[in-house]
């Protein structure tokens, strides 16, 4: 073997098949007697359901059942479970009101099902869907989520429609600070509510079995063992060992194909009940109406720093709308994924934050790309370049005099961070974007008629959740670690299983590069699978930009224990004494001799074993890993956005986006390139064009590409990176995550930097051209 | 209603039994099971669905089937060279990593399949419009542009 694997721009494995159509997606597969399943949603925010005709509906050709949630609870068909138990200022438990998958007498939210039309052909059930007849008393909406504690209660169990008060820190030290400080910086705002819409909507198609009665659900899904486990124990009461979840190619997820949904449980129901394959696929309204939503916060966020710009304390007060009912990990985003990134790169000594979060006739809220970290960051990033030119100082100096420099660090808000180096990365970023001469680009800009402004965030991020033990003790509901498998096969081949879950990441990549460079096999030895309960071990799936992280270390783990027992046969074949075995690129060698066996020798007399040391040692070469890390990992890194703004139109062109980030170890940087580049798109996104609207009565306003604008090629520009690295401490890759750093940081570097160009405190996201335009025209 | 539709898909004459409202995304991918074009939207705004029709690329979800009668289409899996060898353009996004869960791709690759004819040597801005009837989530479009960029510079020095 050659070079290094690790640090290699390798091209990717799974490109040929997307390139020629050859992906298999979850709407892609067909199965024998397939049937088509249409959902009947709520026209209404809040309404009380009278009655269903469905006879109509019934009747059409080709039309094979019409459930509605009766159905359900007669079935004793159980509520989505939330994997995440938050606990209140008051030791209580926050309110778990019921979450039907089809509405029980009540709906909540529109795009809440109500009735399931299943039928021969996808267009007989839209057609008989069309025709379910539905009596509803509609109700006053709750929408704002300001004055949704003072609304009438959506949910008997939750008055004021508070699902929990929770807070962090140490609230009398900071209004202590705050006493003391020489300037305050406060500032209000909104977090915008963001629609995740990965390209591929929602898909699941389940099939049963009464041969063996078991079920296989096809699904798009970050974690298939996740939603086997929640679907199995808490919903459907089945044992694991009779559902198969296969997540097969996912068109994208950024969170919003972690959860189970209401749609995946009733199509699986459904398929025992009429002994078929039943298949249902979100159109785009569709998931613009049902997907979990992102953000959707309300702050008011204060600084106190001294005389000389050195950060006293933090005080943040957050209210949080979790729509209308708990998804899965909803509790856990606005809390434990939050308050806990309050401290940034700084060292601020104390901490203290407030989240109220409360229940809306909208749809559920949970993790969209960055989940929790994007909204701590904006609060961080927005408080300190407003304190910085409030007190005429230097947005760099200001964050200069302020990080933390010494590592392990222990912040006020429950985190210690192993490692790290944050001028570095602002070094480089204050390089790569030129920003000497940003005067230069500002007066060219001038005499074009245009504002142009210059921002900066410096952001942190917490990837890996972990430890299990430490996540179970604030309430989580589910484990955090990872599982991975080696099976070398007789010829030296290796398949590798991990629990992590790829949907455009580049697993079969990026693992494989890993498996490899450590065993010193070629990439094309090595096959990674991911996505198939009947196939892996166990998993907790793809999220919170962990898989490097936890799910690459269980792989290196399982790697170890296969070179220990390839060790022993080695030994055994070379006479030797196992000690006196080393491992490299491929061999096993006697040390300071020439005596060696390659591995597809070993790996051939594990599985032929007949000169083989059968009294001590099984045959076969095959073993299993589990991982949870110790800490979470922290990348973090600087970024540097340059806008410039029409005086006229009010639309802002990012002019030039530089980012410099420390993942610790990359092992393929040409694919962690891509992750960047996708979530800073997002992350202008969130700034620039995107904005869930609801009205009063609680419809969706952005109910489509035409009225919620993700972005398109022409709204971001060709992005300037660069990396600097620090190792994760505890982890052997040393490796700490990309997959969310863009969209963390981009949304305060684009606002920070608009605000420079129009001189003014505060412009609220998406800083569209009409919201630019308005505020100038104010201004004047 | 149903009606008979006839047309060429990749070279192969076709035939089947549709309803008049059949789109043309739906008869590719439930009838004729080729399943690497992609439904996004519904709503001709992502372009996960652009094939082409007699060479030009459209939107097999903005039409319906009957539309296609007697018609050239050419979907994402007619493509690739018999071989299996990789267009020159397919081989510019593997090589520039511009595509990551590739579900917008098949569409994405039809539409600059069709740009470079015109553009053998596109700027990034011209790229970058030439995008605006497709929607990437993953990508954010920086490896996209460098992809069609060399897909189409190649492409215009093999003719």
């Keep these: ?780 | 209603m149903t009606v008979t539709v006839s047309m060429k898909v990749n070279g192969k004459p076709v035939s089947a039994q549709v309803e008049e409202r059949t789109l043309l995304v739906t008869l590719i991918r439930e009838q004729l099971r080729l399943t690497g074009t992609h439904v996004g939207c519904d709503t001709a705004q992502c372009g996960a669905c652009t094939v082409h029709m007699n060479g030009k690329a459209i939107k097999s979800c903005s039409i319906v089937a009957m539309q296609a009668e007697g018609a050239e289409i050419l979907t994402i899996e007619g493509v690739a060279k018999p071989d299996g060898t990789l267009h020159p353009m397919q081989a510019a996004f593997k090589e520039h990593h511009g595509l990551q869960c590739g579900f917008c791709t098949p569409g994405v690759v039809m539409n600059a399949l069709d740009f470079a004819k015109s553009h053998p040597s596109p700027s990034e801005q011209e790229v970058r419009e030439s995008l605006e009837g497709n929607l990437c989530r993953c990508t954010g479009y920086h490896n996209i542009v460098k992809s069609i960029m060399a897909g189409a510079r190649t492409m215009a020095g093999s003719k």
């Design chain 1, 1 to 780: 073997m050659g070079a290094s694997l690790i640090g290699a721009r390798v091209e990717r494995k799974e490109d040929y098949r997307f390139l020629t159509g050859s992906g298999q997606y979850t709407d892609d597969v067909a199965l024998p007697g397939q049937t088509y399943a249409a959902f009947v949603r709520s026209p209404h925010a809040h309404a009380v359901i009278k009655k269903i005709d469905f006879q109509k509906a019934k009747n059409q050709e080709g039309v094979l059942a019409v459930y509605t949630g009766a159905d359900l609870a007669n079935a004793k068909v159980g509520g989505l479970p939330c994997g995440w138990l938050i606990t209140d200022v008051n030791g209580q438990p926050m309110k778990e009101p019921p979450y039907p998958s089809l509405a029980q007498g009540k709906v909540r939210h529109v795009g809440e099902r109500v009735a399931v039309v299943i039928a021969e052909t996808l267009a007989q059930a839209r057609d008989a869907a069309e025709l379910v007849q539905v009596d509803y008393e509609v109700l006053p909406a709750v929408v704002d989520p300001k004055k949704a504690s003072s609304s009438k209660p959506i949910h008997d169990i939750a008055p004021n429609n508070t699902c929990y008060v929770w807070a962090l820190g140490d609230k009398a030290a900071v209004d202590a600070a705050f006493a003391q400080a020489a300037h305050v910086t406060k500032l209000d705002f909104v977090n915008n509510r963001l629609i995740p819409n990965a390209i591929e909507p929602r898909s699941a198609n389940a099939v049963y079995s009464r041969a063996s009665q078991d079920y296989t659900l096809y699904v798009a899904s970050q974690n298939p063992h996740v939603e086997r486990l929640l679907m199995t124990a808490f919903v459907l009461g089945l044992p694991e060992s009779k559902v198969r979840v296969v997540a097969p190619d996912v068109g994208g997820g950024f969170g919003s194909k972690i959860y189970l949904y209401p749609e995946d449980v009733v199509v699986t129901w459904a398929s025992k009940q009429l002994n078929r394959a039943v298949k249902w696929t979100a159109e785009r309204s569709e998931s613009f109406l049902s997907d979990a939503h992102g953000r959707d916060h309300v702050t008011t966020a204060e600084l106190a720093l001294d005389k000389d710009g050195k950060f006293l304390a933090m005080r943040v007060k957050t209210t949080a709308n979790l729509g209308a009912y708990l998804s899965t990990f909803s509790s856990c985003i606005p809390t434990i994924l939050y308050a806990t990134l309050l401290a940034g790169q700084y060292t601020t000594p104390v901490i203290y934050c407030e989240v109220t979060s409360v229940f809306t006739n909208t749809a559920p809220v949970d993790a969209y790309r960055g989940a929790g970290r994007p909204e701590a960051t904006y609060v961080v990033e927005r408080l300190v370049e407003t304190a910085a030119r409030e007190m005429k100082l230097d947005p760099v100096e200001i964050r200069r005099r302020n990080f933390i420099r010494q590592f392990p660090y222990q912040t006020p808000v429950a985190l210690c961070y192993d490692t790290g180096n944050y001028e570095a990365t602002l070094d480089a970023a204050l390089k790569m974007a030129d920003v000497g001469n940003f005067n230069k680009r500002k007066e060219e800009s001038a005499k074009r008629g245009k504002l142009r402004g210059l921002g900066y965030a410096c952001y942190i991020e917490a990837c890996g959740i972990a430890p299990s033990n430490v996540a179970g003790s604030l309430g989580a509901r589910a484990g955090l670690f990872e599982a991975g498998e080696v099976r070398v096969h007789p010829t030296g081949t290796v398949t590798v299983f991990t629990g992590s879950h790829a949907h455009g990441q580049g697993h079969e990549t990026t693992f494989a590069q890993v498996v490899a460079d450590r065993l010193g096999l070629p990439m094309e030895a090595v096959e990674i699978v991911h996505g198939d309960t009947s196939k892996v071990l166990f998993g907790m799936g793809t999220y919170g930009s962990r898989s490097i992280a936890v799910g690459g270390t269980a792989i290196v783990k399982a790697l170890d224990k296969i070179v220990a027992k390839g060790k022993k046969i080695a030994a055994h074949l070379l006479e030797a004494s196992e000690a006196d075995i080393e491992y490299d690129r491929g061999e096993f060698r006697v040390a300071g001799t020439d005596k060696k066996k390659m591995f597809g020798e070993v790996a051939f007399a594990a599985y032929v074993p007949h000169n083989y040391p059968l009294d001590k040692l099984e045959p076969g070469l095959n073993e299993n890993a589990f991982y949870d890390p110790t800490n979470f990992t922290f990348p973090a890194g600087s970024y540097v956005c340059e806008v410039e703004i029409d005086r006229d139109t009010g639309a802002t062109r990012v002019a030039a986006f530089t980012a410099v980030d420390d993942f610790g170890k990359i092992i393929n940087p040409m694919i962690v390139e891509g992750q960047v580049h996708g979530g800073l798109t997002q992350g202008i996104g969130q700034a620039l064009t995107e904005g869930c609207q609801y009205d009063d009565s609680g419809q969706l306003l952005t109910g489509s590409f035409a009225d919620y604008c993700i972005p398109r090629a022409g709204d971001v520009p060709q992005f300037q990176l660069d990396t600097r690295e620090t190792p994760c401490t505890h982890n052997p890759l040393g490796v700490k995550g990309c997959g969310e750093a863009g969209a963390i940081g981009a949304p305060a570097a684009v606002m920070n930097a608009i605000t420079d160009a129009l001189g003014v405190k505060d412009i609220p996201m998406p800083a569209t051209a009409q919201t630019i335009w308005r505020s100038m025209q104010k201004a004047a």
